[in-house]
């Protein structure tokens, strides 16, 4: 048997292609859906864009089925859906594909966030509760749903001690914020999306991904 993929090759077509979004979302060449400039690229994003360029990169040729298994047997264990068996292949290929460059596509997201720091959090959780009370508090229920003592208890205590808990229930007040705000006005959906931003900011510090340039410390307390 022999590799019919060139994983390395759709590994670099994946990060060129990562590596030019990232260079234009830095000069401000993306807005968001309210017009606002898009800051820094989410784990998501970057995830569906790979996906989108494996699909383009991988072709699958239904006569190599044996090849494809041989060189991804991981295939076998995967819970797939398709109306064929070719079909189910063809879409374990393109998942072991991903599964292959998922780690360097993460590498590169994370980098990103190196200098968001806890400045760039507290200045996503401030906008987001002044577009809450700008816009939200004459909803009645809004109030109930959002208390913003609250979210700034949890960012005190994330910006004091960014331990696992506190760096999780934090997230989970900025997540209510998101949709709060992502279906009112322009600026609260800009608001809305610069808070997805610190969220996966958080993310991939309580996942130790974040490199502050301090390999003895504790990945969670690197950035306070």
């Given at each position: 048997?022999?590799?019919v993929i060139?994983?390395?090759?759709?590994?670099?077509?994946?990060l060129?292609?990562?590596?030019?979004?990232?260079?234009?979302?830095?000069?401000?060449?993306?807005?968001?859906?309210?017009?606002g400039?898009?800051?820094?690229?989410?784990?998501?994003e970057?995830?569906?864009?790979?996906?989108?360029?494996?699909?383009?990169t991988?072709?699958?040729?239904?006569?190599?089925?044996?090849?494809?298994?041989?060189q991804?047997?991981?295939?076998?264990?995967?819970e797939?859906?398709?109306?064929?068996?070719?079909?189910?292949?063809?879409?374990?290929?393109?998942?072991?594909?991903?599964?292959?460059?998922?780690?360097?596509?993460?590498?590169?997201?994370?980098?990103q966030?190196?200098?968001?720091?806890t400045?760039?959090?507290?200045?996503?959780?401030?906008l987001?509760?002044?577009?809450?009370?700008?816009?939200?508090l004459?909803?009645?229920?809004?109030?109930?749903?959002?208390?913003?003592?609250?979210?700034?208890a949890?960012?005190?205590?994330?910006?004091?001690?960014?331990?696992?808990?506190?760096?999780?229930?934090?997230?989970?007040?900025?997540?209510?914020?998101v949709?709060?705000?992502?279906t009112?006005?322009?600026?609260?959906?800009?608001?809305a999306?610069?808070?997805?931003?610190?969220?996966?900011?958080?993310?991939?510090?309580s996942?130790?991904r974040?490199?502050?340039?301090?390999?003895?410390?504790?990945?969670?307390?690197?950035?306070?």
């Open positions: 048997m022999f590799d060139d994983v390395r090759a759709c590994r670099e077509a994946v060129d292609r990562i590596e030019r979004m990232l260079g234009t979302v830095s000069g401000g060449g993306i807005c968001d859906a309210s017009g400039r898009i800051n820094r690229i989410t784990l998501e970057a995830r569906g864009l790979a996906r989108t360029v494996i699909a383009e991988v072709a699958y040729d239904r006569t190599l089925a044996p090849h494809y298994i041989a991804f047997p991981e295939i076998l264990d995967m797939l859906v398709g109306a064929k068996v070719a079909d189910s292949v063809e879409q374990g290929i393109r998942r072991a594909v991903f599964d292959k460059v998922s780690e360097d596509v993460t590498a590169a997201v994370a980098a966030y190196d200098d968001f720091g400045d760039g959090l507290s200045a996503a959780v401030t987001g509760l002044a577009m809450f009370e700008r816009h939200l004459s909803d009645p229920f809004a109030p109930l749903r959002i208390r913003p003592q609250k979210v700034l949890y960012l005190a205590d994330t910006l004091s001690d960014p331990g696992e808990d506190e760096i999780k229930l934090l997230v989970g007040q900025m997540n209510n914020l949709s709060e705000l992502r009112r006005t322009a600026e609260c959906r800009h608001a999306r610069v808070i997805r931003e610190a969220v996966q900011y958080c993310t991939l510090l996942e130790g974040i490199n502050t340039g301090k390999p003895d410390a504790p990945a969670m307390r690197w950035a306070v």
